[in-house]
């Protein structure tokens, strides 16, 4: 077994270096340069950059056709104007711009370009900057497995010209870019290479680089304990499981306890002896995506600097059905030392969580979000335009990250948490049952988690958003790194 690991370690040595446009803020465009310019009015295009006839071509076809982008080629450079689209609903308004910046990367890698100046007539710094996020996001690719090279993209860098954008924001949107292609390249990772171990290796890396303190626990220090959540999904597997704790503490927190994030780290999920059906195995190697979305928006947390006491929990293993495996009618004694009787094995997440959530009460959390891509219930619900939430004790909290969702277009959709529902995971032989009825798949899902906590919690049901199987604008194809922008977001807000 040990010789098997060295052999995929030797077989595929590293994460994909991210392929990230450097985004810089300048004073003025040099000479030659790609210029796009983002207007909402004709009059707002700096003079002598267009022609009289150029100008007179555009408003005829704004008036005409409602065209809202052009392009001039100038034989070495291009110039672009961009009209942005102007709804009532400020949230509306900056997600267009990031789709109208990445349909503009697209064009820039079909011509080859390598730079971009974004330049904001209006000098809205929440426009440019969402115009150079979708730009940057779009950019991304995952090529580390393409023998037969795919077209790599050639924008390099993206330079900000607004006077009211500062240099700190133009450094943390491209501190979250890169945080977000690091999630994106952990949850596209295979299974041949992404086990439990590495993905605690990866993690460990990218956390070292930016100050962040780690420890990762090895399978002896969760069996002292007694994780039984963790253990007994690790069962089936030949790869030992993790758990990779991160702390970012800074000089001046504004917290006096921590924000606590738990993500869930199942590296690959076959549902166990409970073995997934026809093509539910699929992608299953997103079941991490959880556990990713909180390695990478603690780092760009960290990179930022933004001085908020956060800390991470990502509990990691497969799910496979081994001759050891667990299987329906086991009882594991979790690590809150509570009793789970095993319905399915597929319903191995929640098992994890479990675990991860009953720990984190020793930090004596502020607040606990746990990001997992738990149930299909949830995709099934709101399919993959947001994530499903639920909270204990946590209503104002979960405001505020509705807010973030908004402002990032990570959307969130309130479930209940009634009592009702706790009554389906009541077991005969055991406190728990890991599975309640099909009806509120979902919630039951987060009514078990919250028995693992007496802190203001949300759980977050990510397995809409977190792979896409087709290109969604910026969010691209593959994962997505969901769950990223959105902490960060609410932790800037802090």
Known sequence: MVFLYLCKLKQYPKVQKNMQADIKKIARPGKDQNIAFLVKDVSEIHEGYLSPGEIQFITGKRKKDKQDFFSFNRLGYWIFV???KSPEEVTNRIENCRK?????????????AVQIVILDSGNDPAEILAYAEGLALGNYQFLKYKTIQKKKNTLGKISICCKKVSEKEANQLSALVEAVFHCRNLVNEPNTFMTAVVFSKEVEKLAKSVGIKVEVM???KIKSLRMGGLLGVNKGSHEPPTFTILEWLPDSPVNKKPYVFVGKGVVFDTGGMNLKPGDFMNNMKVDMAGA???ASAIYAIAKSGLQVHVIGLMPATDNRPGPQAIVSGDILRMHNGMTVEVINTDGEGRLILAD????????????????ATLTGAASRAIGKFGMVAMQSKAKKELELLKSAGWNTYERIVEFPNWDEYGEGIKSEIADLKNLGPADGGAITAGKFLEKFTDYPYIHLDIAGPAL???RDSYRGSGGTGVGVRLLFNFVKNL
Not at 100 to 112: M, V, Y
């Open 100 to 112: 109208a910046g990445d349909s503009l990367g697209f064009f820039l890698n079909e011509q080859k």
């Open 468 to 470: 896409l199987e087709k």
């Open 356 to 371: 991860a959530l009953s720990y984190a009460k020793k930090y004596d959390p502020e607040l606990v979000i746990d990001l």
């Open 82 to 84: 961009q009209f942005l």
């Open 292 to 294: 990713a979305a909180v």
């Open 218 to 220: 090895n399978k002896e």
